[in-house]
């Protein structure tokens, strides 16, 4: 079947016909060059929108209080909600569906932060050791705070980068004391975000600040990550459950969003990318489409090439060819035609997203990316083979039909139509 | 060589029915010169069908150098075509696109022979034919007399034992003609059985039987010597 005669057959046949076979290779090679393109497009969609959600744990959710809006169980409305310490317990070992747990406690009003002559006001968030997971905080040196620091109320910090610079200039500042508010803190570590969203931020023991800062056992808000599940419903019955349980450890109507606020991460996250499954299906079905028009052309071409060729194919018939060779002379054809024309079409489609890619990273890495819901759209290796794999199905299901009815020509006819 | 017994052979298309041969009895030995003769109807393509076993037929027995030759598959037949049978064709049926010499070597490909061996066997018949030169020329650039001269190479080379030929000289004139024929005759001396279907009376005199197709069945048989006359008068005309 691989020997030389047939591709010299095959390719004396294209060379006879150039304009049909450019045209046909072309159909298949759009359909495969549009469905890399959608598919790229719709990878670096989804790839933006994932970026967009990296800045935390997808499985975060964040809990604040307020004031009752609708009266409960004797209590008038207007009434304020506070989160305590009791809550913290209860959330870490009692509440379902919870894995790990944050509490922050606000500092009223900008606290000045100075060391030696250089001083500045930023931001003090005050947090648990599990938060660096939650907002996913990336220490550059140091290290982040821990269990000890919390049990020991220590009075240490962790400072973002911009605050290092402020402070620090060029000198290192690990295990220096910075005031905060006139209170020394010794710097344990620097945070750095490479979207430099926190780089104006440091992070302080929550039980360190809360007793500093005349907390009492005051909770502001809570950071929470919950179990991983795979359904949005799921998700909302963990957040569900734990607002019941709120509602009833502080006398509020459970339906009240002014008493108490939350955002589950993970609901959206879910949802977000159920929606990508389905447009990345929706890509799938079209470039297929596409490709099936290609694959009729190819296969129309083909039964037009046999109906001309009657008469070779009858020759070589009554010389001897089995009704196998003959399929196998027009399959290969076909499946030829298919393979190149679609591969050209594969590269150039891949071709074009990777240097989509390419100016997208330039355009990212000189800083004007922060906008962009559009990341690496391209189409990994996977799909890449699988859509050959395809190609060389379809040129397959497009030579057979022709095929077929070249192996069925009779001799006699054949020769008789003069 | 070829025994045929009773054959009948019908074409059905819709509801008609035509019978087209009705009983055809006919013995041709190994090494005979015979010509099919008949007016068109009379049954003779579908005869020469049957024998190149591109065709079937409804009852009767074809037995072809002891082999039954009967309801096979395709595959199976197009191998006993490829061994047992050369066909000569009035439109000569070159492949276009194909020189004179992978034309002739055509049936040994279908042979598995390779490829470097089947153009070296190709090229000794096109000597023989008197066409070496004309090896790399595709059939446009032949004339008539040399396309059948390739025909007869291309059908010469896989060593059958019949030479099938259809209507071999209606396209071709009158000294051509005959030049064809003299060399179906150098053919038949080698002792390969030819079998020639024509309607040109000075052509069937060539050959050393005659076999005469009326309406489905053999009219006569006219063994041939004295015929020999016949042609050199047409040759003087």
């Given at each position: ?66 004031e ?14 506070r ?23 606000f ?17 003090t ?7 660096a ?15 000890l ?6 009075k ?9 610079k ?8 690990l ?23 926190d ?11 809360q ?10 808000t809570?950071?929470?990550?919950t179990?991983m ?30 008493a ?12 977000t ?22 694959i009729?052309?190819?296969s129309n ?24 060779s003959?399929?196998?002379l ?12 679609g591969y ?9 997203m990777?240097?989509?890619n ?19 759209p ?15 199905l379809?040129?397959?299901l ?21 | ?73 395709e ?12 066909f ?21 490909y ?32 032949l ?46 001396d080698?002792?390969i059985?030819?079998?020639i279907?024509?309607?040109?009376h ?10 005469r ?8 048989v ?16």
């Amino acid at each position: 079947m691989f020997d030389i005669d047939i591709w010299q057959e095959i390719f004396s046949t294209i060379r006879k016909n150039k304009l049909r076979t450019f045209l046909t290779g072309f159909s298949v090679a759009w359909g495969i060059f549009m469905l890399m393109v959608l598919l790229g497009s719709g990878n670096g969609l989804q790839n933006g929108v994932r970026e967009q959600f990296s800045d935390n744990a997808e499985n975060i959710m964040w809990m604040w209080t307020g004031e009752t809006s609708i009266p409960f169980k004797g209590y008038k409305e207007g009434r304020e909600i506070r989160f305590n310490n009791e809550d913290y317990d209860y959330l870490l070992d009692k509440a379902e569906g919870v894995d790990q747990v944050s509490a922050r406690f606000f500092l009223r009003g900008d606290i000045t932060y100075s060391y030696g002559k250089e001083y500045g006001s930023f931001t003090t968030s005050t947090c648990y050791p599990a938060l660096a997971d939650m907002e996913k905080i990336k220490i550059s040196s140091g290290r982040f705070l821990n269990d000890l620091d919390m049990m020991e109320f220590r009075k240490v910090v962790v400072i973002g980068d911009d605050i290092r610079k402020a402070l620090f200039k060029e000198e290192d500042p690990l295990g220096k004391y910075i005031n905060i508010g006139n209170v020394p803190f010794m710097v344990i570590g620097v945070s750095h975000d490479p979207r430099s969203q926190d780089n104006r931020q440091s992070y302080m023991p929550f039980t360190t600040a809360q007793r500093i800062y005349g907390g009492g056992n005051r909770v502001h808000t809570f950071a929470i990550t919950t179990e991983m599940v795979q359904t949005a419903e799921e998700a909302t019955a963990i957040s569900d459950n734990i607002r019941q349980q709120m509602a009833m450890r502080h006398s509020f109507d459970p339906t009240d969003q002014k008493a108490m606020g939350s955002f589950n991460m993970l609901t959206e996250y879910i949802r977000t990318m159920k929606i990508f499954q389905a447009i990345k299906m929706f890509v799938w079905i079209i470039g297929i489409g596409t490709l099936i028009a290609g694959i009729v052309g190819v296969s129309n071409i083909m039964l037009i090439l046999v109906k001309e060729r009657t008469r070779e194919i009858g020759i070589r018939k009554a010389l001897g060819a089995s009704p196998a060779s003959v399929i196998g002379l027009i399959l290969l054809e076909s499946i030829l035609i298919t393979t190149i024309a679609g591969y050209i079409g594969l590269v150039m489609g891949v071709g074009l997203m990777e240097g989509f890619n390419y100016a997208l990273e330039q355009m990212i890495s000189s800083g004007g990316g922060d906008q962009i819901f559009f990341r690496n759209p391209t189409v990994d290796f996977g799909t890449a083979i699988s859509a050959t794999l395809i190609l060389i199905l379809s040129g397959a299901l497009a030579g057979y039909i022709p095929a077929r009815k070249a192996a069925s020509v009779k001799p006699i006819e054949a020769l008789h139509d003069e | 060589m070829i025994v045929l017994d009773s054959i009948h052979k019908s074409y059905v298309t819709g509801t008609n029915s035509l019978h087209v041969l009705k009983g055809i009895d006919l013995e041709i030995g190994a090494g005979e010169f015979v010509s099919v003769m008949g007016s068109s109807g009379s049954g003779k393509s579908t005869l020469l069908n049957i024998l190149g076993i591109l065709d079937d037929y409804d009852s009767g027995s074809y037995v072809l150098n002891g082999k039954k030759i009967k309801g096979l598959n395709e595959t199976k037949a197009a191998m006993l075509r490829n061994e047992m049978i050369g066909f000569v064709f009035q439109s000569f049926n070159l492949i276009s696109f194909k020189n004179a010499r992978e034309n002739v070597a055509l049936p040994l490909y279908y042979q598995k022979v390779s490829r470097r061996k089947r153009n070296v066997i190709a090229m000794e018949y096109l000597d023989r034919m008197g066409l070496k030169d004309w090896a790399d020329h595709l059939p446009s650039e032949l004339s008539g007399g040399q396309k059948q001269r390739v025909a007869i190479a291309r059908a010469l080379i896989s060593n059958p034992k019949v030479i099938l030929a259809d209507e071999p000289t209606g396209a071709l004139d009158t000294v051509t003609s005959f030049e064809v024929m003299d060399i179906l005759k150098e053919v038949n001396d080698q002792g390969i059985t030819v079998i020639i279907v024509t309607h040109e009376h000075d052509i069937a005199s060539m050959t050393r039987k005659i076999i005469r197709l009326r309406d489905g069945i053999i009219a006569e048989v006219i063994v041939n010597g004295d015929l020999q006359l016949y042609r050199d008068r047409v040759l003087a005309e």
